[in-house]
């Protein structure tokens, strides 16, 4: 089992930034990969950015450029820097790690919400 705890998030105005950390405890030792996914009202949940552990990132083609995902494997944390935020960046945005195995964990999420 694998327990994650998001922190950041809140409100910004567009253009401005915002880093979201989430720390993971428990079977650590079988995360294989970590990220953040997000969910707009009304939208499915989808992939914004993931990190494995060798530092290999993925970014969802809505993000390049903006965000940035990183990951302290000593510290057992993924990190989400999101500059150049837009309205339509609004959503809870949720860690995620996945095993080798596959299988998943969730955060409890965290709201962002981005003003015009």
């Known amino acids: 089992q694998v327990q994650l705890v998001e922190t950041g998030g809140g409100l910004v105005q567009a253009g401005g930034s915002l880093r979201l950390s989430c720390a993971a405890s428990?079977?650590?030792?079988?995360?294989?990969?970590m990220g953040w996914y997000r969910q707009a009202p009304g939208k499915p949940r989808e992939l914004v950015a993931d990190?494995?552990?060798?530092?290999?990132?993925y970014y969802a083609d809505s993000v390049k450029g903006r965000f940035t995902v990183s990951r302290d494997n000593a510290k057992n944390t993924v990190y989400l820097q999101m500059n150049s935020l837009k309205p339509e960046d609004t959503a809870v945005y949720y860690c995620?790690?996945?095993?080798?195995?596959?299988?998943?964990?969730w955060g409890q999420g965290t709201q962002v919400t981005v003003s015009s």
């Open positions: 995620n790690a996945r095993s080798y195995a596959l299988d998943s964990s």
């Open positions: 990190i494995t552990s060798g530092g290999r990132a």
């Open positions: 428990g079977s650590i030792f079988s995360i294989a990969t």
